[in-house]
């Protein structure tokens, strides 16, 4: 089977650095993606990660440990804004099907 | 602009009737698919496509089905076999890039049914 934990909710003041993680079990891994998602609204692509490593876009972070099948979100200077959930999300099978974690809920306290 | 729609953003139907969602992209991309998301929930994913006239079920296909005869629309049907029908769905699309394998979401459709 498959499956991703993630806490299921995170609470931090603005001005912050606050780190989501992201465990998986699947039977097949191509890459880890990490998504944002207001309340009732879609869900907006944040980073990917297919090899070890850090990557940095802006304010946000992305790692990944492929022996650990564990990698985290990194959100630094938080803002009110960055209140939302964040999916971790595997993608396997060159990219035909993608399993998305439970979401954490993150809320940004002034 | 280039996007996805999704219509309507609400949508009410009696139990036993057949519903089907609209997804539309201009975005040009060849795969698209379906989730499903029940509150408090991640993504569940109910089919894809990667290429027009093909389509493969995700985890939760019982209840569901789709067509994709044309690439830019991939409509989904929640038929009355479907046993919890009520839930928000989401159409998204996405490039063959393998840098990313980002997915472009629509706004989503809230079914209620009763």
């Known amino acids: 089977g498959q499956s991703l934990e993630q806490p299921s909710e995170v609470t931090a003041v603005e001005g912050a650095i606050v780190q989501i993680n992201c465990t998986y079990q699947?039977?097949?891994?191509?890459?880890l993606s990490w998504y944002q998602q207001h309340d009732g609204g879609a869900p907006t692509f944040l980073s990917y990660?297919?090899?070890?490593g850090l990557e940095e876009t802006g304010r946000f972070s992305s790692f990944l440990s492929r022996s650990d099948s564990y990698g985290y979100l990194l959100l630094q200077e938080l803002q009110m804004k960055d209140s939302a959930s964040y999916f971790c999300?595997?993608?396997?099978?060159?990219?035909?099907?993608?399993?998305f974690g439970p979401g954490t809920r993150l809320s940004v306290l002034p | 602009d280039g996007g996805i729609t999704q219509s309507p953003k609400y949508l009410f139907r009696k139990e036993g009737q057949n519903v089907t969602l609209s997804c539309e992209q201009n975005l040009n991309h060849d795969a698209m698919y379906w989730y499903r998301q029940d509150p408090g929930q991640g993504l569940r994913l109910i089919y894809y496509s990667q290429i027009v006239n093909d389509f493969q079920k995700g985890d939760i296909a019982e209840g569901y089905s789709v067509s994709r005869e044309k690439k830019e629309s991939f409509p989904l049907t929640v038929t009355s076999a479907q046993k919890n029908p009520t839930a928000f769905y989401l159409c998204a699309s996405s490039i063959a890039d393998t840098q990313s394998y980002e997915q472009y979401f629509g706004p989503g459709t809230r079914l209620t049914v009763t």
């Open positions: 990660n297919a090899l070890d």
């Open positions: 999300a595997v993608v396997d099978n060159y990219g035909q099907n993608f399993v």
């Open positions: 699947t039977s097949g891994f191509y890459g």
